[in-house]
């Protein structure tokens, strides 16, 4: 990096930090998936986690969930790796259609395929010689795509920027589609029903335990033993994009109970999926990690 790059990306850095923070499945959705899958940690995974969180994180996974989100300006070709969009109406993800980033072109940039990417490079944890990547940004890359792929107007249409181009009301507040998933049910949620975002995380997890405990072990799986799965994710959430987030919600509409009140519990329990896959996920990195150096022994 020239110095004239270096004293352009601080700069940017710099006048960044002086925005009001903008809320992208916003900062609480992306905590709350972290905070759930963190607590579902086996022990090498765990102890992963622990080595790659840098410092600063103080072992908690969920400080540094949206880490990503502060790097689209800064690294461009990150933001394609956020969503995956599909064409009007179509209600589910195909791979060849829908994985590319819509402001270059370039097929196979999408939030699945990055996934498959981070998983990857997450595979050669404690290999020899050391993976060329920085291992820590490939976990904090992960764990926010893994929320993101879940929040169904990641996987809207791509001629509204899932929904980012539908401006709505949500109760009195103007307010775009695309953001009231990300955000705004979540906040109405926790206002409304819970002392702080610690006290909703129990009451998902609460869930996790009881209503979707028979399910679970679903959400966990992923045929032919693949380590993940992420186009099944993408298409659970192209077809609750039609199904919830699109359904009565077309531009100009005012948002208000009745579609809070519909729509809440399919946040919940994309927020649980989101959690309990990352999990799951990161689980299987590790264990199968630590399963291929035993064998040195
Ligand atoms: C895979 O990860 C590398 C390192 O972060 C990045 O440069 C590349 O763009 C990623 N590709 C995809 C499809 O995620
Ligand atoms: C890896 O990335 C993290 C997060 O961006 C950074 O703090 C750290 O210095 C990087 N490590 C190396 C060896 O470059
Ligand atoms: C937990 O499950 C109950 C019963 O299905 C439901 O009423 C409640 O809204 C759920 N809470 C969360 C946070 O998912
Ligand atoms: C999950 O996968 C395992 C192994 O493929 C299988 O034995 C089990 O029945 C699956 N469980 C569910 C709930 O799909
Ligand atoms: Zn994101």
Request: charged share 20%; glycine share 4%; net charge negative.
């Amino acid at each position: 990096m020239g110095c004239y790059r270096v004293v352009q990306v601080v700069a940017i850095v710099s006048f960044m930090l002086l925005l009001p923070k903008t809320h992208a499945w916003g900062e609480d959705g992306h905590a709350i998936v972290c905070k759930i899958a963190q607590g579902r940690l086996n022990s090498a995974a765990a102890a992963a986690v622990k080595k790659l969180l840098p410092k600063s994180a103080n072992n908690d996974l969920a400080s540094k969930c949206s880490w990503a989100d502060s790097l689209k300006v800064v690294f461009p070709w990150s933001s394609a790796l956020h969503y995956a969009d599909t064409p009007d109406n179509a209600c589910n993800y195909k791979q060849t259609r829908d994985c590319v980033d819509l402001k270059t072109g370039i097929k196979g940039r999408c939030v699945v395929s990055a996934i498959t990417n981070y998983t990857n490079q997450l595979l050669e944890y404690g290999s020899e010689p050391k993976s060329k990547y920085n291992l820590t940004q490939s976990l904090l890359f992960i764990s926010h795509f893994m929320g993101d792929i879940h929040q169904p107007l990641h996987c809207g249409f791509a001629s509204d920027k899932g929904g980012n181009d539908i401006s709505v009301h949500w109760y009195k507040r103007k307010q775009n589609l695309h953001h009231i998933w990300d955000a705004s049910i979540i906040e109405t949620e926790v206002e409304r029903f819970y002392d702080d975002i610690d006290d909703f995380v129990d009451a998902i997890q609460q869930n996790i335990t009881k209503t979707w405990a028979d399910e679970v072990e679903e959400w966990e799986n992923c045929s032919n033993d693949d380590i993940s799965c992420p186009a099944i994710y993408a298409s659970e959430s192209a077809a609750d994009a039609c199904k919830w987030a699109y359904k009565d919600a077309s531009e100009g509409s005012v948002l208000e109970d009745e579609y809070f009140f519909s729509r809440f519990p399919i946040v919940n329990l994309r927020l649980a999926q989101g959690g309990v896959r990352l999990a799951a996920t990161l689980n299987r990195i590790f264990e199968t990690q630590s399963a291929m150096s035993m064998q040195f022994i």
